[in-house]
């Protein structure tokens, strides 16, 4: 177990280390970033000395070598934009994203998982049909329409809807930013306000609902497999309630590919809030990182990457050991006597 | 249910018709039975693949897989009609009064929980013991059962025993409320050969000492020459033949029974060749008119394939055959 654990630690710094060279490789050709800080009428010699400063002009691992010392110890470089160390844009955006991404999450796994259950075990009623048509739409709508969308309704429109209607039918909700924050040490919160929660409504809805859909469509799936199973049907036949049998026994055998998906789902949640965060003007790491491609902002472009690398590998970790937890089968020593399942 | 009984049968089948209605019209996959288990006695049923046997199992159990359904008959439990409960009444029937027992160990135990919760659930269930009581409860069970280091095991995964030592930790588990009627529907077929006598002798030993009746469905004639009382030969959905099982077995009566029986080699017997029965059971959708067992009868005339027989009392077992209407004496064979 210790050595398991060990082994994807070592692992997942090779991942870090190759997340890091492909990143900041690949920032280094997409442009000049002196171009882009200086203006029309600086000479060529103070562009060279800013180069020099920069330390833009050593060999690549040099430069590559540099920012992993320096990002090891926390400090991601100067932002060529901001002009402020990117730590400190990085630590004041992440709460925004993670909070975002900790809602969407929530809300995916607690109705797509029921919804899930429902379906699989109700696979002919009437509601499991409008669960599965609606979640084909959550399936194939990109998300920014999605967003686009709810603004639309309870943004624009919601006044006219209800007064056309006569009565407060659509709540307007905020589509713009992230409503008023508290300060907890460096950590900004939004749960705290009542802006700040209403804020989060809008666009928790618009990431999660393609990973609900998807973990709903996941777990009925695995439960019509798994319902399937002779030891459900010996369940039955000891007399078992139906709740033991369908979550006692069912669900928690559909747990090892939720576990999977939702782990790598957690991670793009996080990675793709991008999107979102650029419909709703959310203040997170991905409307930092979209402004930094726009403006060849290396050092922060090269810490987000490194950043979300970071968290796909620590969700993974986690997954890997929910695994060991879930599974015996696979906590199991070399001396297993009879065959597999 | 009180045990004192009247001389009813512990379980009551009759008429029971169990369809599968598909696309293509509804098919009959147990047609029209009737049987009748004792307390304490063992029934075998055998016949080929897909002549109803599992499902007659499944249907009185109340475990039908849909689109399958009990289309016709009634099913008495101590004289009280079970197939037509509602689900919660007919669950709190399962287990606590009929246990089943299923083929194949390796998939029957739920990978995820340690044999001993797989027990204390299903015990807990049906009875008033503590969380304590019965814990020690499955670990008698589990030395019953023949498991050695029973205080060791009962924390181990299903993957950590054998196929034969979940067999018996299945056999456990199905016996774990004192069932009065165990259906064990092929209990030995996924098992090693080695291991086959051993978990037949034990479940009779079981069961015999909880005084409950078994109804055992298997196609392996040699299991039931050792463990039934009487034994149920099917074919097509139908009972072609019951009775003891001396019976037949020795002086079977229907031919179907008779050719099941010449193509079992006896030790000690020496045959030149065993006997084949021609072609194959019909499908389902294809069942020929008259006896169903007509185009393969060797002994089949005209009537056969016209009319369909019934079961008639022949001495000791009845036998659905033409063969017998008449005479009851065994005449000689026409046509």
Known sequence: MIAFVVRRLLQS?????AVGLIAFSLFNYVGDPINNMVGQDTTLEQRQELRERLGLDDPFFVQYGRFLVNAVQGDFGISYRHRRPVADLITERVPATLELS??????????????????????????????LSVSLVGVSLPTFLIGILLILVFGVMSQDINAAVGFYLVPQLPTFGRGDTVQLGWWSTGFLTKSGL?????????????QMTLIMRLVRSEMLEVLRTDYIKFARARGLTNRAVNFGHALKNTLVPVITITGLQLGSIIAFSLITEQVFQWPGMGLLFIQAINEVDI?????????????????NLVVDLLYYVVDPRLR???AVSGGHQ | MSRTGTNQPLLQVENLRVEIPGRRGTLVA??????????????GVVGESGAGKSLTGAAVIGLLEPPCRIAGGQILFDSRRIDNLPYEKLRRIRGRHIGMVFQDPLTSLNPLYTVGRQLTETILTHSDLSEKGARKRALELLQEVGIP???????????????GMRQRVVIALALCASPRLIIADEPTTALDVSIQAQI????????????????????????????????AVMYAGRIVEIGPVADVVLRARHPYTEGLMGSIPLVGHDVDRLTQIDGAMPRLNAIPAGCAFNPRCPKAFERCRQARPELETVEATEAACWLYEEAPERSGTDG
Not at chain 1, 13 to 17: A, K
Not at chain 2, 30 to 43: K, N, P, R, T, Y
Not at chain 2, 208 to 221: P, Y
């Open chain 1, 299 to 315: 050092p922060v472009m090269a810490s987000y990457l490194m950043m979300i690398g970071f968290f796909f590998v620590f969700i």
């Open chain 1, 13 to 17: 710094i090779g991942v870090m280390l």
């Open chain 1, 102 to 131: 900790f809602i969407a999450a929530v809300l995916a796994l607690f109705i797509g998982v029921p919804m899930g259950v429902y379906t699989g075990l109700h696979r002919r009623g009437a509601l499991s049909q409008v669960f």
């Open chain 2, 30 to 43: 147990v047609d029209d039975i009737s049987f009748a288990i004792g307390e304490g006695e063992v029934l």
């Open chain 1, 198 to 210: 209403l804020a989060l409504i809008l666009p928790s809805i618009t990431l999660a609902l393609f």
């Open chain 1, 332 to 334: 199991a020593d070399k």
């Open chain 2, 149 to 163: 280091a029973a205080e060791r095991r009962i924390d181990q995964y299903p993957h950590e025993f054998s196929g």
């Open chain 2, 200 to 231: 037949i002798t034990l479940l009779k030993r079981l069961c015999r000492d909880h005084g409950a009746a078994v109804m055992l469905v298997t196609h392996d004639m040699g299991v039931i020459a050792e463990t039934a009382d009487r034994v």
